[in-house]
Every structure is written in structure tokens, then in C-alpha cells.
């Protein structure tokens, strides 16, 4: 019961810190791997404490906590790379440059999301919707 759960996470982890190196190739900005990991670690104790809150809310209320949930991680990770990351002349990121990071990768995992979700929802109605 527990190694899916386990799986999950390292799954999670690898493809924040690999979309967070991502986003900061496509800026020519420079974050290290370590630094995408530590991070992409205390985003998910995050996520799961607000999940743990939220878990028996209307839904109203668990999106609102998620919406304010994903603006403080943006809000974080811009601290958190501000002394960590370094732009394309090596000076270091400052608060903009952080939050210019966190926004780009937040942006593109929901991109992935949707062109992943879309896609699984249209097959599945047209394949497993009854016959009329």
C-alpha cells in the first residue's frame, strides 16, 4: 500500500525539479539540481499538509485554498531561487528573476497537464460513452 504512494512522490518530485530546470533553461537562467530538488521537496509537503486541510471542505473552498496555495509556492520559489539561481551574465536572480521561474514552470506543468488530460477525456467519452 505504501510503495505506490512512495512511487508517486519520487514521480512528483522528478518531474517538478525537471520542469523547474526546464523553465529555467528556456529563460538561460541557471538553478542546480539540487536546489530544483530541495524545493520540489517542500513544495510536496506542502501540497499535502493543504490537501490534509482541505480534505473534507466543500469545493468551493478547497479550490480557493489552491488558488492561494499556488500563489504562495510562486511566491516561495521566488524567494528561494532569488539567492539560488543565477541569470545568463551570473549575477544572481533577485526576487524577479525567482518569481519570472516559478511562474514559467507552474505555467508550463499546467499546459502539460491539460494536453495530457484533454486528450484521455475525449477518448474515453467516445469509447466508453453507451450506445444511444
Given at each position: 500500500m505504501i510503495i505506490p504512494w512512495l512511487i508517486f512522490m519520487a514521480v512528483g518530485l522528478i518531474t517538478y525539479a525537471g520542469f523547474l530546470k526546464l523553465a529555467a533553461r528556456l529563460l538561460r537562467y541557471s538553478a542546480s539540481?539540487?536546489?530544483?530538488?530541495?524545493f520540489a521537496g517542500i513544495?510536496?509537503?506542502l501540497v499535502i499538509?493543504?490537501?490534509v486541510l482541505v480534505f473534507s471542505e466543500p469545493l468551493a473552498t478547497r479550490i480557493r485554498h489552491?488558488?492561494?496555495?499556488l500563489l504562495g509556492l510562486v511566491i516561495l520559489g521566488g524567494w528561494f531561487f532569488s539567492g539560488r539561481?543565477?541569470?545568463?551574465?551570473?549575477?544572481?536572480?533577485?526576487w524577479s528573476g525567482g518569481i519570472r521561474l516559478m511562474a514559467?514552470?507552474?505555467?508550463?506543468?499546467?499546459?502539460?497537464?491539460?494536453a495530457i488530460v484533454i486528450p484521455v477525456q475525449?477518448?474515453?467519452s467516445n469509447h466508453l460513452s453507451p450506445a444511444p
Amino acid at each position: 500500500m505504501i510503495i505506490p504512494w512512495l512511487i508517486f512522490m519520487a514521480v512528483g518530485l522528478i518531474t517538478y525539479a525537471g520542469f523547474l530546470k526546464l523553465a529555467a533553461r528556456l529563460l538561460r537562467y541557471s538553478a542546480s539540481w539540487r536546489a530544483s530538488f530541495l524545493f520540489a521537496g517542500i513544495m510536496l509537503v506542502l501540497v499535502i499538509f493543504e490537501h490534509v486541510l482541505v480534505f473534507s471542505e466543500p469545493l468551493a473552498t478547497r479550490i480557493r485554498h489552491g488558488v492561494l496555495l499556488l500563489l504562495g509556492l510562486v511566491i516561495l520559489g521566488g524567494w528561494f531561487f532569488s539567492g539560488r539561481g543565477t541569470n545568463r551574465h551570473g549575477a544572481v536572480l533577485g526576487w524577479s528573476g525567482g518569481i519570472r521561474l516559478m511562474a514559467l514552470a507552474f505555467a508550463m506543468m499546467i499546459v502539460a497537464a491539460f494536453a495530457i488530460v484533454i486528450p484521455v477525456q475525449v477518448f474515453l467519452s467516445n469509447h466508453l460513452s453507451p450506445a444511444p
